[in-house]
């Protein structure tokens, strides 16, 4: 027993040895990147080496507040593949919950508050939506693959961000472009992505692509989404919960110094959506919009200006699947042609624009001032599915009451309505800490007109 012990710490000692003389001999190497470093950074001359500064420049957020929630491009990559809507891309904040529509048109509500009075800007665009049941609302104009930036400010905002809303404001921007090197003639890049979800045969993709130098680019994005009706957790399948979306935009992008203009313009084209929680479907939906945007840097601050233009051809009716089931009288309904369907047609039109300036006066105190107009005008209509001046006795006994409800003329719900704001704002924000601050406003009363005419 005692030799095998003394065995074992011989060789626990020639090996201890071998390791630290392995040690000690690795010492030295330890020491040669120092001065292989050192003896690549000795100057011949003698002379000391100037480097060429190097500037970090970041533009600090105007708010950064507890009610304040920012989702950024890679979050937003993430949740791609999952949702078709865009709205659903802020399920997951707090405050935030969504009102179910068609495939592409969730409300969001912050708090309760939802609808209009929740104020929604796309690239700087105030939407209003054209329709009366807001199937069309202001984020199913963007496709989620076209987003890089989410903002959700609650309750009450800064006036530079708010205004004209009491829930909160939800603002949405594009990527913003990104052009060559210096020293570099062309950047070429792109992305494609694509999905599809057994669930209702859900499918869809998009595509961008962009060309640049050192001082333009041009940008194209495209998207499209469908479904077929989707079945429920029970198997079951939901009927009108079909939709269709398209969606194409183009920008061209100047950089000089320290200024950049972005011209952005593009087109929607929603063929249908159906609504199982509705009375009615949406059966097109065809929009355009502009936008010019400007921003640039002084030396007494930031300039930014935004104009932008959109309309919209929006049309609504009773589905096919509504109507089969509860219209047709071939199918069981209680209504028979022409009277067994309910177009309504509206046209809308937003204009306005933005211009902003920002002023660090201190590293604690920065001014805002700024002036904006919004512009909307709307016509609702009911085309007539019938000129008829009597009952034919074709009609059932219990039709006869409604048969006039979309006839014999033009039923004129809005007549070129108009709705215009205009207003001055200023803003003083200031920073006592890196955790808290304060923000003054004061803000000169905004104008309002309405105007808008009911008749038959």
Known sequence: MKKSVQKMHGANAISGYLCNSKMIA?????????????????????????LEPITVTHKRSIVNTLNTTEIDDKKVRSKQAAVSDTAKLLEDTPGVSLYGSGGVSSLPVIHGLGD???????NGMTITSACANHMNPPLSYIDRSNIGKITIMSGVTPVS??????????????????????GKDILLDGSASSFYRSNGDAFGGSIAAGIANQNVRLDYTGSHTESMNYNDANGDNVQSSSYRNQNHAASLSFKSDNHLVVIKGGQQHIPYQNFPNARMDLTNNDSIFGNITHKGKFDWGSLDSNFYFESTKHSMDIGEDKHNRFLN??????????????????RGRNLGYKIQAEIPVTERDTFRIGNEFHSNRINDFWPAVHNNTSIPASQPANARAAYWMMAPENFVNLNNAERDRVGFFGEWEARWSPKGYLIGAALRPYQHRYRGCAAL
């Open 26 to 50: 690795l010492i030295p190497l330890c020491f040669a990147p120092a001065v292989l470093a050192a003896d690549n950074n000795i100057n011949p001359s003698g002379s000391a080496i100037t």
């Open 116 to 122: 209009d009075r929740v104020k929604i800007n796309v």
């Open 161 to 182: 961000m708010g205004g004209d809303s009491i829930g909160g404001t939800i603002s949405v921007e594009s990527l913003d472009p990104v052009f060559a090197e210096p």
């Open 329 to 346: 009288a071939a199918g069981g309904g209680s209504f028979a042609p022409p009277n067994d369907y309910m177009p309504m047609e509206s």
